[in-house]
């Protein structure tokens, strides 16, 4: 029910911008997420945004990245990329229950 689309390949300092769009039976939803699992790691939280427009990002992303989005969908903008952004970037919403979307591969090359 969450269509994560928008990861790619980009050399390190590019620009990439995932979308992510919920559908179907997801409604009021509450917060919406981006996580990244790089490999050999677990997934971990990159940024979030609440229905009120609060967001959050984990430390190594501030001043990188932008996440914004309106009730249904939630658009991450990366930029200034390193290698190390390189994972499966998963689509999250709590609508109140947790949904996951399909991870979308970001590669980042130095």
């Known amino acids: 029910q969450l269509q994560a689309s928008g990861g790619g390949l980009a050399q390190a300092g590019g620009s990439l911008r995932l979308s992510c769009a919920a559908s179907g039976s997801i409604s009021t939803i509450t917060v919406m997420a981006w996580y990244r699992q790089a490999p050999g790691k677990q997934r971990t939280l990159v940024a979030s945004?609440?229905?009120?427009?609060t967001t959050t990002y984990t430390d190594s992303v501030k001043g990188r990245f932008t996440i914004s989005g309106d009730k249904s969908t939630a658009y991450l903008q990366m930029g200034s990329l390193k290698p190390e952004d390189t994972g499966v970037y998963y689509c999250?919403?709590?609508?109140?229950?947790?949904?996951w979307g399909q991870g979308t591969q970001v590669t980042v090359s130095s």
């Open positions: 999250a919403a709590w609508a109140p229950n947790l949904y």
């Open positions: 945004i609440s229905s009120a427009g």
